[in-house]
């Protein structure tokens, strides 16, 4: 059974760099397509990009400018960086599972993320 | 900007059925959007059920079904079960920006 755990600061000044990482635990990361999404509180989901085992990145275009994510396959974890933070970044963070058709099937617990001074 | 609109709350009995919906800002929704549905309870992660419109994973109860519908993908339970009170979304996928974009959730109260 794969499963995915999300780990790193809960806690990030304004203007510096939200940073995630993800470990991939029960299976490969390799031949699927690895997402962060957030959740601020009490709101709805936003798919924040993908990286493709291979490398390739998409993010999505309100947050491009800002954002970076990478993998490390001999690891069997991939990261997000999440630059200039400010308190509307405070969400909770999860990373999920996709494919070329569906996004999601294995997701991890989700980290708070709160972005304060 | 891209938006994806799904009802706010829907109300329904237990045992009854109710559809949900997810339309696009930018037209009507195909197969080529690959829709998605998801559950999630308070404090859980989402949960996926539908994927490419009408498939289910293992773990999704046959109660649950997707589809498209009027030029909008949609999520229809049947025999709705008291523990199906949850908020569900949407999920498309653009492909000439390679995006995918979330809708605002629907609130399914069962009463």
């Known amino acids: 059974q794969m499963q995915l755990q999300e780990s790193g600061p809960g806690l990030v000044k304004p203007s510096e760099t939200l940073s995630l990482t993800c470990t991939v635990s029960g299976g490969s990361i390799s031949s699927y397509y690895w997402n962060w999404i957030r959740q601020p509180p009490g709101k709805g989901l936003e798919w924040i990009g993908y990286i493709y085992y291979s490398g390739s990145t998409n993010y999505n275009p309100s947050l491009k400018s800002r954002v970076s994510i990478s993998v490390d396959t001999s690891k069997n974890q991939f990261s997000l960086k999440l630059s200039s933070v400010t308190a509307a970044d405070t969400a909770v963070y999860y990373c999920a599972r996709g494919h070329i058709d569906s996004m999601g099937d294995y997701w991890g617990q989700g980290t708070l993320v709160t972005v304060s001074s | 900007q891209t938006v994806v609109t799904q009802e706010p709350s829907l109300t329904v009995s237990p045992g009854g059925t109710v559809t949900l919906t997810c339309a696009s800002s930018t037209g009507a929704v195909t197969s080529a959007y690959y829709p998605n549905w998801f559950q999630q309870k308070p404090g859980q992660a989402p949960r996926a059920l539908i994927y490419?419109?009408?498939n289910k994973h293992s773990w999704t109860p046959a109660r649950f079904s997707g589809s498209l519908l009027g030029g909008k993908a949609a999520l229809t339970l049947s025999g709705v079960q008291p523990e199906d009170e949850a908020e569900y979304y949407c999920l498309l996928y653009y492909g000439g920006a390679q995006n995918w974009v979330f809708g605002g959730g629907t609130k399914l109260t069962v009463l």
């Open positions: 490419s419109t009408g």
